[in-house]
């Protein structure tokens, strides 16, 4: 499946939960307080949002993360306001994995609930045949004041056109 938004399109509103960072979080009987995040307030703001089919499933965990956290420091030099991973799990699940992973405050962990707004964008994959659902699809966005500049779904299952190293070519 081609993704439906292209490059030169503004992106679709959308209001994503997530749990924030918070020194609190280090406790693992913490869970913290899901809160909501709009496409809106990336108005002006260049970002970047990885996607992956789920937490803790092992190419996203292996491959696809870790990179992005990594090259934290080569994102913001190229002027990224902010890293965002979206994926199908709840809010909890995500913060849990940041947790796992040590993201801190380095990058969003965005829950795009039952993947409406991947699928509004032509970006979900159908899991089903596996018993996962309907998922956010792995793919990568570059934007840059709510407009596409950048958007490929991997075409397969390895991490490539949507991992860190292909999107800090594009920027």
Not at 47 to 52: E, K, R, T
Not at 115 to 129: C, E, I, P, T
Not at 146 to 164: C, H, I, M, N
Request: proline share 6%; with cysteine; hydrophobic share 45%.
């Amino acid at each position: 499946m081609a993704p439906t938004i292209k490059v030169g399109d503004t992106i679709p509103e959308a209001t994503f939960n997530y749990i924030p960072y918070t020194p609190e979080l280090e406790s693992k009987l913490a869970c913290g307080i899901p809160i909501k995040l709009n496409t809106s307030q990336w108005k002006g703001k260049k970002v970047v949002i990885f996607s992956v089919p789920g937490a803790f499933t092992p190419t996203c965990h292996v491959n696809h993360l870790p990179p992005y956290l990594e090259k934290y420091d080569e994102f913001k030099a190229k002027g990224v306001d902010t890293i965002a991973v979206v994926a199908a799990n709840d809010a909890f699940v995500l913060s849990g994995w940041g947790r796992f992973e040590g993201v801190g405050d380095k990058i969003l962990l965005l829950s795009d609930g039952s993947a409406k707004w991947s699928a509004s964008l032509g970006l979900s994959v159908d899991l089903s045949a596996i018993g996962f659902g309907v998922r956010t699809g792995r793919y990568a966005l570059i934007l840059d004041d709510l407009v596409v500049k950048y958007v490929e779904l991997e075409p397969g299952t390895d991490v490539t056109v949507s991992g860190a190293e292909a999107v800090l070519a594009q920027l």
